[in-house]
């Protein structure tokens, strides 16, 4: 898909106007040093005045100058990395948690089809990216416009020949920087295009690994993992190369200025005109701190072009829709448990291949369980989806207990809900940490409660470490029967009213299924469920039974 640039631009010129207010102070501190550079170059140059003709004037006063100024500059510099690193920092937050926000409102729905190593990409590396536009660019675009101004002038005031060179001079930066700008763009484009690409494959070897291995793949998947990282190492070089051109023809220019003010006082220097070697040098001292703010500047130029190709990935991802305003939120749930209908609703994934559900409607009165039968792509999935809230139907409305499921913040369905899948979720940590993930402030008695309905123990006794056991990211180091035990008593601990179970065995083997199933039919007790399976797995469960793969029209029957 072509990538939107307009787009891009526009949100980039939004940041740096609302960032050059937040830069405000930096901004200040930045100024405030330039003129104490003036300054302490004043004093230096008559203390070499009168270091080369020692009768002429007496240095004790711009000693004095000179030394306070030093010691001032030198609380500036650290006054402003301290505000800098507190921009970026500010700026980071605020840019993760709005984009994290507009994907938590999107939900799984609206990110299908977009790689997860893409997203996660894109939310630390694309925003890491961001620091430098708000923490240093902004400010030093700001300080290079007005730092040389500043020095322009006080040379001018000094020697107006000598001011007029700075200026020409000055004119040419943009020239040189616009060149190597653009080469700087393009490369650090580069550069993130295969970043991403290393990352998306580094990420699907990662999970494939197994099977790379039994297939005798890993050398080759190992050299082409290594072709894709010379090929990040080589375009950052390239984005190198670039700025030492960019260094380079500043050189040249601060070379070109410092020989025109040279010329300029040589000739009545010669001649006898030991009055003007103050001025002299004065003019020639100020000419690196001329290019100073511009040098910050050029150090950072890569900072902007680096933010374009960041935005332009930011704002390819998919918008939440604008909503009305959502109806009373219901914070609670009763006791009794949760009812569930759904009525008349239909949802489309794909208009090309027809709705998946269409005019759907049944009730679940509370603590009662139904099975969703059908072949694949039937609907069983997308029932779930929908009650968990990662999508909303096209027509029709769902409730729960009555009111409408829309009604509920994510915070409030969280809480009432538990879901168990094929493949649970399981983050590198403890076996306890990930129980503890149901409701964290649980107690030790619950836990332990938790753990003997789920039956974790079973397996937990005979580890080293029990319950303290590490495990890696996914559940690496467990079976699948252990894992879902692992969140079946994690559902335990939670103690939600809703239960969704999705193809919770699909994965296990028999004498497995029979130890998930029984612990399971124990979780259901007092719940309201719903059960995604197939149909020989739906018999062991007592209630209603859903069958979407009927009729058009699915047919509801109460199953003994």
């Given at each position: 898909m072509a990538r939107s640039v307009s787009p891009a631009k526009f949100w980039i010129k939004h940041e740096i106007k609302a960032g050059r207010r937040r830069a405000a102070p930096l901004i200040g501190l930045g100024l405030l040093g330039t003129l104490l550079a003036i300054g302490q170059i004043f004093c230096a140059a008559h203390l070499l005045a009168a270091a080369l003709h020692p009768a002429a004037a007496p240095i004790a006063l711009p000693a004095i100058g000179f030394a306070f100024a030093a010691l001032a500059r030198a609380g500036l510099i650290v006054a402003q990395e301290r505000e800098a690193s507190r921009l970026g920092i500010a700026a980071r937050r605020r840019l993760r948690s709005t984009t994290l926000g507009n994907l938590m409102a999107l939900g799984p729905s609206g990110l299908r089809g977009r790689h997860s190593a893409d997203i996660a990409s894109i939310i630390i590396d694309r925003i890491e990216a961001l620091d430098g536009l708000h923490g240093r660019w902004i400010p030093a675009a700001s300080v290079a416009l007005f730092g040389p101004a500043l020095i322009i002038i006080a040379a001018g005031l000094a020697d107006i020949r000598s001011g007029l060179i700075l200026?020409?001079?000055?004119?040419?930066?943009?020239?040189?920087?616009?060149?190597?700008?653009?080469?700087?763009?393009?490369?650090?484009?580069?550069?993130?295009?295969?970043?991403?690409?290393?990352?998306?494959?580094?990420?699907?070897r990662i999970r494939g690994i197994a099977t790379i291995v039994l297939a005798g793949r890993a050398d080759a998947e190992a050299a082409t993992l290594g072709q894709a990282a010379a090929d990040l190492r080589r375009r950052t070089m390239r984005i190198l190369r670039v700025a030492f051109l960019n260094a380079t023809a500043l050189d040249l220019l601060a070379a070109a200025a410092l020989i025109g003010i040279a010329i300029r006082f040589a000739t009545p220097l010669l001649a006898g005109h030991l009055a003007l070697a103050p001025t002299a040098l004065f003019c020639i001292l100020l000419v690196p701190e001329f290019f100073a703010p511009i040098r910050a500047f050029s150090a950072v130029y890569q900072d902007r072009m680096t933010a374009q190709t960041a935005a332009e990935d930011l704002v390819a991802l998919p918008q939440p829709a604008p909503t009305a305003p959502p109806p009373p939120i219901i914070r609670t749930v009763p006791a009794q448990g949760v009812a569930i209908a759904f009525e008349d609703v239909s949802f489309t994934w794909d208009e090309a291949r027809g709705p998946v559900l269409h005019n759907l409607s049944f009730r679940l009165p509370a603590n009662e369980t139904m099975m969703l039968v059908g072949p694949s792509g039937s609907g069983k999935s997308t029932i779930l989806e929908l009650l968990l809230g990662f999508a909303h139907p096209q027509s029709g409305r769902i409730t729960l207990n009555g009111a409408p499921l829309d009604s509920l913040v994510p915070a409030a369905l969280a809480r009432i809900t538990a879901i168990i899948g094929q493949k649970p979720f399981l983050f590198a940590g403890t076996i306890e940490d990930n129980i503890r993930l149901g409701r964290p402030e649980a107690s030790d008695a619950e836990l332990r409660d938790a753990i003997r309905l789920a039956r974790v123990a079973d397996f937990t006794d005979t580890l080293p470490r029990g319950l303290a056991t590490r495990i890696g990211d996914g559940g690496y180091g467990l079976s699948g029967g252990q894992a879902q035990r692992i969140a079946i008593a994690r559902a335990f601990l939670k103690d939600a009213k809703l239960l969704l179970l999705d193809e919770p065995t699909a994965q296990l083997d028999p004498a497995t299924e029979r130890d998930v199933l029984d612990s399971l039919k124990r979780l259901a007790i007092g719940r309201t469920v719903i059960l995604a399976s197939h149909a020989a797995f739906a018999h062991e469960f007592t209630g209603r039974k859903l069958d979407l793969g009927t009729t058009r029209t699915p047919h509801l029957e109460g199953v003994a």
């Open positions: 200026l020409l001079t000055g004119l040419l930066v943009p020239v040189s920087m616009a060149i190597t700008g653009i080469g700087t763009g393009l490369a650090a484009r580069r550069q993130f295009t295969a970043m991403t690409r290393l990352q998306t494959r580094f990420l699907d």
